[in-house]
């Protein structure tokens, strides 16, 4: 397997993300950061994301991709779009009850405009346990599958990470 990537473009406030590769924790603090700035442009009006070069998916990325479709429907009333066109990421996605937060859809996106990589984004062990409890919070809030799946995870790490101990 590739090592994962996301490359991103943004055109009149409609942003792409596109995951190449493997994506996993590693990139979890980059592609959150993308996310909240992203979030926070006032020319933002939509966003797709593109997994047809994808090759996996952890369950953190699943939940950062969630965080996106919950806060689109939340904040702008829409679906994003997510384009796959592999049966195994299909399937994935299907797991998570992500055809409830996304318009899903098999067709190829045309490669228009200049793609740029969300870069590396350092951060500290306790940051890196936040955003994993974050995530997987996420996902456990789509169904009740998510949340058996997730429990002992999400436990886990609240019991690990100081700053969400108080807060749940």
């Given at each position: 397997?590739?090592?994962?990537k996301?490359?991103?473009?943004?055109?009149?406030?409609?942003?792409v993300?596109k995951?190449?590769g493997?994506v996993r924790?590693?990139?979890?603090?980059?592609?959150?950061d993308?996310?909240?700035?992203?979030?926070?442009d006032g020319?933002?009006a939509?966003?797709?994301?593109d997994?047809?070069d994808?090759?996996?998916?952890?369950?953190t990325?699943l939940?950062?991709?969630?965080?996106i479709?919950?806060?689109?429907?939340?904040?702008?009333?829409?679906k994003?779009?997510?384009?796959?066109?592999?049966a195994s990421?299909?399937?994935?996605?299907?797991?998570?009850?992500?055809?409830r937060?996304?318009?899903?859809?098999?067709?190829?996106?045309?490669?228009t405009?200049?793609?740029?990589e969300?870069?590396?984004?350092?951060?500290?062990?306790?940051?890196?346990?936040?955003?994993?409890?974050e995530?997987?919070?996420?996902l456990?809030?789509?169904?009740e599958?998510?949340?058996?799946?997730?429990?002992?995870?999400?436990?886990?790490?609240?019991?690990?990470?100081?700053?969400n101990?108080?807060?749940?």
């Amino acid at each position: 397997m590739q090592a994962g990537k996301i490359l991103q473009a943004n055109h009149d406030g409609v942003y792409v993300l596109k995951f190449q590769g493997d994506v996993r924790l590693t990139l979890c603090t980059a592609l959150d950061d993308f996310i909240e700035g992203m979030f926070s442009d006032g020319d933002f009006a939509s966003v797709v994301i593109d997994l047809s070069d994808a090759e996996g998916l952890d369950s953190t990325t699943l939940g950062l991709l969630a965080k996106i479709a919950v806060r689109s429907q939340r904040d702008y009333q829409f679906k994003p779009a997510v384009i796959v066109t592999d049966a195994s990421i299909q399937r994935l996605l299907e797991s998570m009850c992500f055809e409830r937060i996304f318009d899903i859809r098999d067709t190829q996106l045309e490669a228009t405009g200049e793609f740029g990589e969300i870069p590396f984004a350092a951060a500290s062990e306790q940051e890196v346990k936040s955003r994993v409890l974050e995530a997987h919070r996420t996902l456990m809030g789509l169904s009740e599958e998510n949340r058996a799946c997730f429990k002992d995870l999400v436990e886990t790490l609240e019991q690990t990470t100081p700053a969400n101990q108080a807060s749940h």
